[in-house]
């Protein structure tokens, strides 16, 4: 029996390990063009898109703004106005200021978020500083249940809550008087309760806490600072 | 794909390479690749057809770009160009659909950067862009992307029309209908994409009964 040769196959061809780095720069070099010119092009349209949807979010919860101004307050307590970018130190909130025709503050427009059915819910709520109180809300995103847990967007019964919501400060500033909560449905008995969706409690809910724990952070630290966004900058 | 002779009617192959992926291979209905944006985005018809649309834009550029770049890539690192390049345009269609409408943008969510892996389109780079002249490539690209975009609409608009009443946002039957919710939510998606399937399942047998043909289809 004769001994069994391997049979030798042609030794496949060996790419060049600069061909391979070279086709890869090229290629990354290539692809880096097209996006940094699809992200220029596009830049200034996607930002006016922008203030358009905020615009309209915040003219929905304080009806009438004629000129809003964006802000920031960092976690020491000073308020000053945005500067557009995203590169705030930790811990700043940011708001937005609306002022009437006559240059004079209406509210303060604001955004909280909270775990929701789906996901994430983040509501816009207007706070008016002369009542002290929640005068409007609307949803910013929401995955909640069509049908279900998308009510708050359109339960005329549950958006009366936000008509007047009270969310006053304690006696040191340092916190809202009284936690604003969603209750069961038809147990509300306090203006700083929200009277949930039967059926929907959990997006209710997801709602106040949202607002509360926004306001929670936000409102001591605009309270002592309010005369300084009085007048329309 | 055959290289068929030069001489042979070549607009006739052109047509072959559109309607392949426009019906023979429709990439939902036949080959059922790409079911996640297939379920997840389509609960409405205008959310169906950008998704499609999107993604078929995807698709034609990038292979392109692959068929434009094959002689010179080598084989060894293929995939990470193909990737790059297919990442490349997803980013582009990204700002596209921010510039168009940032409320569309937030209704298709993470799906508009989960195209990057879509099957459909790495799998023509590979299978298909990879081998043909650019011409060829975006031709059947377009067409694959176009069948794409029919079948996520086929279900988007039965989905919208059961779940919430409505075409486009146009309601249909009046403040009387009670939507039919399930169709919109997940289960929804899987419904109506089976009642597709049986249909087309059901159109294939009868053309082979009346054709006579006692062979099974061939399926992707």
């Known amino acids: 029996m004769s001994q069994p040769t391997t049979p030798t196959l042609p030794a496949p061809q060996a790419t060049p390990t600069t061909t391979m780095i070279l086709t890869l720069g090229l290629v990354a070099t290539l692809c880096g063009l097209i996006i940094v010119g699809a992200y220029e092009g596009s830049l200034s349209a996607v930002q006016e898109n922008r203030r358009i949807v ?35 130190p930790p811990g700043t909130l940011r708001f937005h200021a609306a002022y009437d025709a006559g240059g004079a503050l209406m509210g303060i427009a604001a955004e909280g978020a909270a775990k929701g059915y789906a996901d994430t819910v983040r509501v816009m709520f207007g706070y008016s500083p002369k009542c002290q109180c929640i005068v409007g809300i609307g949803v910013v995103s929401m995955r909640e249940t069509p049908g279900i847990g998308d009510k708050i967007l359109t339960d005329q019964e549950f958006l009366a809550n936000f008509k007047a919501l009270d969310v006053r400060l304690n006696g040191e500033l340092k916190a809202l008087a009284n936690e604003v909560k969603a209750v069961k449905h038809g147990s509300k008995t306090n203006p700083w ?41 | 794909m055959s290289q068929s002779t030069p001489n042979a009617s070549a607009r006739n192959q052109t047509w072959d390479e559109f309607t392949e992926g426009l019906w023979r291979q429709n990439p939902v209905f036949v080959m059922m690749l790409g079911m996640c944006p297939t379920l997840a985005v389509t609960v409405s018809a205008v959310n169906a057809l950008s998704m499609g649309l999107a993604t078929a834009f995807v698709l034609v550029c990038s292979c ?43 209704a298709l969510g993470a799906f508009i950067q989960l195209i990057v892996v879509n099957c459909i389109i790495l799998g023509r780079a590979e299978a298909h862009a990879s081998k043909n002249p650019p011409w060829v490539a975006s031709v059947n690209a377009l067409g694959m992307g176009l069948g794409f975009t029919v079948g996520l609409f086929a279900l988007g608009a039965v989905r919208e029309i059961l779940g919430a009443g409505s075409l486009f946002g146009i309601s249909l039957f009046g403040a009387d209908f009670q939507p039919w919710v399930v169709m919109v939510l997940p289960p929804g998606g899987f419904f109506v994409l089976g009642s597709w399937l049986l249909g087309f399942a059901w159109w294939e047998k009868r053309k082979q009964r009346l054709a006579g043909l006692q062979t099974p289809a061939e399926r992707g």
């Open chain 1, 193 to 233: 309760q929200i009277d949930a969706i039967s059926g929907a409690t959990i997006t209710s809910r997801a709602v106040g806490k949202g607002i509360n724990d926004a306001a929670q952070a936000l409102l001591p630290r605009l309270l002592p600072n309010l005369e300084k966004i009085g007048k329309n900058p």
């Open chain 2, 64 to 106: 392109a770009l692959v068929s434009l770049m094959r002689k010179v890539v080598p084989k060894e690192v293929r995939i990470a160009t193909y990737i790059v390049i297919i990442a490349t345009f997803v980013t582009v269609v990204d700002y596209a659909i921010q510039m168009v409408s940032l409320a569309l943008y937030d």
């Open chain 1, 54 to 88: 905020l615009e309209r979010a915040i003219s929905k919860v304080l009806p009438g703004a004629e000129r809003i101004v964006g802000y920031q307050a960092s976690s020491g307590g000073e308020i000053a106005v945005a500067d557009g970018g995203d590169n705030s």
